[in-house]
């Protein structure tokens, strides 16, 4: 059975810093691995895509990386600002329904 | 597109009532998922439609949830009758082929509470 876990649970930062966080699977047989947000009382917006094949993308000042043998993922944001505050979810999609699996999340609070 | 849109946005129940969430996917899309998310169980797949059909519902807790997919543009998870541990926030996604290739889009969700 796939387990995702994401490190640290909470972060607080300043703003203008540059933050990484990290998300490790079990199971490195996955399709892709998607990066989410979620604000308080809102729904998951998509930030990013990697395939199985991939190493990273990058979207703005978002940059994901892949390692699958590893079975790890970082999120990297670059010069982080007050918006930037939400929780941040890891999800692999494995298995034979081609399911998600998600982490428990990673709570950023950046500090104006 | 206006993305994936489930309805109620919110909705309050008493204990034995049945309960019906209603999802419209993004036009297109061809897989449909309903999950589930608790504080204490973060985010759990409840099943998963591909063109209409449910592929993998191992994921349902209990008999007294049900979903369908009458057509490609319409999904509704049931439970019937509810109860006080059913509160949670259930999401819909869909995606253009399953979760291989391409992204998950989620609508806002319905917080479900049970008293």
């Known amino acids: 059975k796939q387990e995702v876990t994401q490190i640290p649970a909470a972060l607080s930062v300043p703003e203008g810093e540059n933050l990484v966080l990290n998300c490790s699977f079990t199971?490195?047989?996955?399709?892709?691995l998607q990066w989410f947000r979620q604000d308080p009382g809102k729904g998951l917006t998509s930030l990013l895509l990697?395939?199985?094949?991939?190493r990273e993308q990058t979207s703005g000042r978002l940059n994901a990386s892949l390692d699958k043998s590893s079975g790890r993922s970082t999120l990297y944001i670059a010069a982080s600002q007050p918006g930037d505050s939400a929780t941040y979810l890891c999800a692999v999609a494995s298995g034979s329904a081609r399911q998600l699996t998600f982490g428990s999340g990673t709570q950023l609070t950046v500090l104006p | 597109d206006a993305g994936v849109i489930q309805s109620p946005r919110h909705e309050v129940t008493e204990m034995g009532q049945e309960v019906t969430l209603r999802c419209k996917p993004i036009s297109g899309h061809n897989s449909l998922f309903w999950y589930r998310q608790t504080m204490m169980r973060g985010l759990e797949l409840l099943i998963y439609?591909?063109?209409?059909?449910?592929?993998?519902d191992s994921g349902m807790p209990e008999d007294r949830f049900s979903a369908k997919m009458p057509n490609a543009s319409f999904s509704t998870l049931k439970i019937q009758p509810s109860e006080p541990r059913d509160s949670a926030v259930y999401f819909c996604?869909?995606?253009?082929?399953?979760?291989?290739?391409?992204?998950?889009?989620f609508g806002q969700g319905t917080r479900l509470t049970v008293v």
């Open positions: 439609f591909n063109n209409n059909v449910p592929i993998d």
């Open positions: 996604a869909s995606s253009g082929a399953g979760h291989t290739r391409t992204e998950a889009f």
């Open positions: 990697i395939q199985s094949s991939q």
């Open positions: 199971d490195s047989a996955i399709y892709n």
